[in-house]
Nanobody, 125 residues
Framework: QVQLVESGGGLVQAGGSLRLSCGAS????????MGWFRQVPGKEREFVAG????????RYADSVKGRFTISRDNAKNTVYLQMNSLKPEDTAVYYC??????????????????WGQGTQVTVSS
């Protein structure tokens, strides 16, 4: 079992920045690939960014490329999502997720085994 807790969400103006954190406890953090997803009411949860267990590879949704950066610190059991140049359409509940490590970064919700409770990000225009 892996327990995930997100933090860092909040209200920000368009063009601003936020950094989300996801702390993990339980099994060895470095044994997992990590992902960030987001969801707005009435829509499906969507992939935002992913990172392999070592941090050597990352993957982003087209909608956030060049604006968001995923990173991890295995010594701190934490994965981050740095969000810059935020837009109102980035408003959502953001979730971190974990799946067993591999070289491929999965983008489907069904591929992830563990989820945090989510943190709200609201971008005002």
């Amino acid at each position: 079992q892996v327990q995930l807790v997100e933090s860092g969400g909040g209200l920000v103006q368009a063009g601003g920045s936020l950094r989300l954190s996801c702390g993990a406890s339980g099994r060895t953090f470095s044994a997992y690939n990590m992902g960030w997803f987001r969801q707005v009411p009435g829509k499906e949860r969507e992939f935002v960014a992913g990172i392999t267990w070592s941090g050597g590879s990352t993957r982003y949704a087209d909608s956030v490329k060049g604006r968001f950066t995923i990173s991890r610190d295995n010594a701190k059991n934490t994965v981050y999502l740095q969000m810059n140049s935020l837009k109102p359409e980035d408003t959502a509940v953001y979730y971190c997720a974990a799946r067993p490590s591999g070289s491929y970064i999965n983008t489907r919700v069904i591929d992830y085994d563990y989820w945090g409770q989510g943190t709200q990000v609201t971008v005002s225009s």
